[in-house]
């Protein structure tokens, strides 16, 4: 009998939860079909269907949906809404079920996590295994061995984020969404080009309990997101040489979040905001200059 493929977008809530999900349901024996790495194509087929106002991972996201169409049985949409209540979700996050859900004639299994009412991550996934017929005692347990697998797996990246700290090299901070990080084709470039000038480059995601260190910056931030990756800045501030941050335009949050950080934060910084990525060119000459800057100072 063939397996049921999920479709599960490389975008968005991926670069969160894409690895435990992905070993999650592989445990129940589902056949999980990851959509391909960003490209050009990804990137206009979102364009495409996207409206002026959504930002650039938005559309991305939605160019991975569309890859996904006529491969996969289901697709996996993880809609968040919230960590509880200090801990909220930008609405790009909490909408996803529904945009999907609108524009795609597409079978969706739907994550929804809500804390602040009791919908945490583990009760939406018995939820799931109850409309495939799966006992909640093997959904439980495929939960508790994806998520040591995916601690190891992320246990590994945050020790080598610890290690480049201690480098010689001259380091710069990543304030940025592992979304637009990681994705090959928005913010990899830019890390690869950091890496082939001999800068140790140290990830804003890749820390433990920075959440409250934010309020060295506001008391009052919304984003639960947001608060972890400023208190990344304020944990490691006397071991870097500068910080630049990374959006995606027009993001609400990070306008928001990161203009209030860089009016406190006493370190050298570059503000990268990337739109549609035909050309780097200027993004590049910004990223010459600012490391210049910095191995003077150095």
Same mark, same amino acid.
């Given at each position: 009998?063939?397996?049921?493929?999920?479709?599960?977008?490389?975008?968005?809530?991926?670069?969160?939860?894409?690895?435990?999900?992905?070993?999650?349901?592989?445990?129940?024996?589902?056949?999980?079909?990851?959509?391909?790495?960003?490209?050009?194509?990804?990137?206009?087929?979102?364009?495409?269907?996207?409206?002026?106002?959504?930002?650039?991972?938005?559309?991305?996201?939605?160019?991975?949906?569309?890859?996904?169409?006529?491969?996969?049985?289901?697709?996996?949409?993880?809609?968040?809404?919230?960590?509880?209540?200090?801990?909220?979700?930008? +609405? /790009?996050?909490?909408?996803?079920?529904?945009?999907?859900? $609108? !524009?795609? &004639?597409?079978?969706?299994? #739907?994550?929804? *996590?809500?804390?602040?009412?009791?919908?945490?991550?583990?009760?939406?996934?018995?939820?799931?295994?109850?409309?495939?017929?799966?006992?909640?005692?093997?959904?439980?347990?495929?939960?508790?061995?994806?998520?040591?697998? +995916? /601690?190891?797996?992320?246990?590994?990246?945050?020790?080598? $984020? !610890?290690? &480049?700290?201690?480098?010689? #090299?001259?380091? *710069?901070?990543?304030?940025?969404?592992?979304?637009?990080?990681?994705?090959?084709?928005?913010?990899?470039?830019?890390?690869?080009?950091?890496?082939?000038?001999?800068?140790?480059?140290?990830?804003?995601?890749?820390?433990?309990?920075?959440?409250?260190?934010?309020?060295?910056?506001?008391? $009052?931030?919304?984003?639960?997101?947001?608060?972890?990756?400023?208190?990344?800045?304020?944990?490691?501030?006397?071991?870097?040489?500068?910080?630049?941050?990374?959006?995606?335009?027009?993001?609400?949050?990070?306008?928001?979040?990161?203009?209030?950080?860089?009016?406190?934060?006493?370190?050298?910084?570059?503000?990268?905001?990337?739109?549609?990525?035909?050309?780097?060119?200027?993004?590049?000459?910004?990223?010459?200059?600012?490391?210049?800057?910095?191995?003077?100072?150095?």
């Amino acid at each position: 009998m063939d397996k049921i493929k999920l479709g599960l977008p490389r975008a968005l809530y991926y670069y969160y939860d894409g690895i435990f999900l992905k070993y999650f349901f592989e445990l129940l024996n589902f056949e999980v079909i990851v959509s391909a790495e960003t490209n050009r194509k990804i990137i206009d087929d979102g364009n495409s269907v996207s409206s002026d106002e959504m930002c650039l991972s938005l559309k991305t996201y939605l160019g991975h949906i569309v890859s996904l169409k006529g491969i996969s049985d289901y697709i996996i949409i993880m809609r968040i809404d919230n960590y509880g209540i200090k801990n909220q979700m930008c +609405t /790009n996050f909490a909408s996803l079920y529904d945009i999907v859900h $609108n !524009m795609f &004639n597409v079978n969706i299994i #739907d994550i929804n *996590i809500d804390q602040q009412n009791k919908h945490t991550i583990l009760s939406e996934l018995i939820n799931v295994g109850k409309n495939f017929k799966i006992k909640r005692k093997e959904i439980v347990n495929a939960y508790k061995i994806a998520k040591i697998k +995916t /601690n190891k797996y992320n246990k590994k990246l945050v020790i080598k $984020n !610890m290690n &480049n700290l201690k480098k010689e #090299d001259l380091k *710069i901070l990543i304030v940025s969404h592992p979304y637009n990080i990681y994705d090959r084709y928005i913010g990899y470039p830019i890390i690869r080009f950091l890496e082939d000038m001999n800068i140790s480059v140290i990830y804003s995601d890749l820390f433990n309990n920075t959440n409250k260190l934010s309020k060295i910056y506001s008391d $009052n931030l919304y984003w639960k997101y947001s608060k972890e990756s400023i208190g990344a800045i304020e944990l490691v501030k006397d071991k870097i040489d500068g910080v630049i941050f990374i959006s995606s335009f027009p993001c609400g949050p990070d306008s928001l979040t990161n203009e209030l950080v860089m009016r406190k934060v006493n370190k050298p910084y570059l503000n990268l905001i990337l739109d549609d990525v035909n050309s780097l060119t200027g993004t590049i000459t910004r990223l010459e200059s600012f490391v210049d800057i910095l191995y003077v100072k150095k």
